[in-house]
């Protein structure tokens, strides 16, 4: 029996009562993720002394056994993201505009409504240091709020109890009075603000400056400016995490974020195109030092594989695998492929920092919402229909992401409710497992739609052949990353091309001209020596286009990978290196550059299924009509056993019901069929055993 955590607050002017009215206590007792029981213990009445004093001895007796007999393995490991985390997170509904106020209204909703269902964070998301005024935007420069050692703070007109040096201690406070755990996003690297002014850097040992090798250290000692956040080139860049002073910088980040009473990271554009394993790593073994759990998860996620998270996954809690998810169909359609995969690889909960780690699909935008980028709270709808809604919610529970709500709490309407707290969901989204894609659903469409088979006909016909590339990024140990060489020409630049086809010489995919970097005198020591191996990549000659691995803004969920030309910088963004084993290299995020012959997939339709199994037995079976019609969608039950075995399907025949129809189906024998409506989805919770 594996004690997971123990958390209690107290109120010192109720020194009578050991634990007095509201108190919570939580406690997670299990040997893996689908065998966690949670206890809560609310007191919610004054009691008379008497009584109290007697049920105060029993309490402090139980726990005082359970929290000491366990003290020893909860100091080593505190057992982090057991349980796909929830929580809500501003962005979705405020951007980067929201105020205290605005936030402490949405964190005490959370607790009234959401924290029993298992919504435990409350997530301040980006900028929480910029002042919001004219001028003011995500790529500004100028309006941030640092301190004397170059740290972000709060921006005193948003957040005002952060006046005086204090961060956000109030808040964290009241959110923990809540009974919630309080988060905050954070950029990679310093600012390029504290870079420019050259502020010292803290030594949390001494409390003073840092110094190392007779010297004191300074923020332009440390910041690498061709390594700026590719889509916020203005405001971060990476720490040279080789330096001690680098490292001194970050943990003096990291320590004040937990002295504030910082519970959850989300650590941004260090992961995907943006990769910065150094830093990734170093952030992580620093939490680890602190003497409170902080759950890490990172982000944004475009181009991430499997096999990119090999390497990480096992240093966060939470890993984006998508760009941002907005409330758009393609958005949600993008994520059926890259979850398939990270469930193939069996990543889901998989070993993580002083836990475990989730692949994540990024926030669920539902209800009241804002824009990218907006300056100002929530002013529309969701666009997705109902049923988009449903397939979007159940792909997330069936793939076991974190589930962090976006929308505005205070104008939440029923129907978002019950979708985000729908009981099988939630059990499905903490306790199932198996959970992996099940390839042998079928389909026949309604009769009804005639149009349908001209329009399926139609739709195969835009869907571009074989022999359309795409070039994108991978991990350099994916073979697919090989193939790249030196075309020489000594009339001109010389080429670095691709053979898509390694059998067929003349099958070229793409080419680029090599040239080296145009330095100027004043370029760093720094910048030369990590560069004087690498080269731009132009698209001509002639032409002043370089290829840039990130883009200059952050992505959605359903935009492709593909070539990225722009105006030709010293950024490390479009500097490549070509390695002996034909791999082309980018030296900003380390990930290299492949190409993709398979057809580019304009289509947002088809198909698709899911299948889990429950702790008492009973088998998930979610159906996903992503055509744009209603569909007559189908599995047979004898698929089931091929998939999880005759120790679930022990009967040839299974009784079933569908959640959303609320729906008996009785006994099913050989098939199970449901027309489902466009864009929707079936969930089936089937018992097929003795």
Known sequence: MDLVGLECSHRTSERWLPFPIGTRVFIGVGSSNESVISLEVLIIHRLEVSVAMKASVLVVLFFTFVFYGALSVASKEWGLAKLPPRGWNSYDSFSWAINEQEFLDNAEIVSQRLLPYGYEYAVVDFLWFRKNVDGAYVDSY?????DEWGRPFPDPERWPSSRGGQGFKEVARKVHKMGLKFGIHVMRGISTEAVNASTPILNVYTKGAYEESGRQWYAADIGMKYKTCAWMSHGFMSVNTDLGAGRAFLRSLYQQYAEWGVDFVKLDCVFGDDLDTQEI??????LKELERPVVLSISP???VTPSMAEGISNYVNMYRITGDDWDKWTDVVSHFDISRDFAAAKKTGAAGLQGRSWPDLDMLPLGWLADPNAKHGPYRKCNLSLDEQKTQMTLWSMAKSPLMFGGDLRHIDEMTFGLITNPTLLEINSYST???EFPYVFSKEDLRCTSCASTQRFLSQVMGTPDDKVLGLTSCSN???????IARDYRKLDQICCKYDMKNSDSLSYCF???KPLLTLGEEIMYEQDHQENFHLLASESVEACLDASVDRKRTASERDSTFLSSCKRHASQMWRLNDNG???????????????????????GIRSWIATGRRGEIYLSFFNLNSWRTLISARISDLTAVLGSSFVSKASCNCKEVWSSKDFGTVGQTLSMMVEKHGCALFVLNCGN
């Open 142 to 146: 100028g309006y941030d709020s640092i």
């Open 434 to 436: 198996k959970n992996m």
């Open 513 to 515: 001209y090599k040239r």
């Open 583 to 605: 791999t082309l290299v980018n030296t900003y995020s380390g990930l290299c550059a492949t190409t993709n012959s398979d057809k580019v997939n304009t289509i947002t339709g």
């Open 301 to 303: 996620g475009s181009s």
């Open 281 to 286: 790593i170093t952030v992580s073994k620093l």
């Open 479 to 485: 073979e697919k990353a090989k193939g790249w060489f």
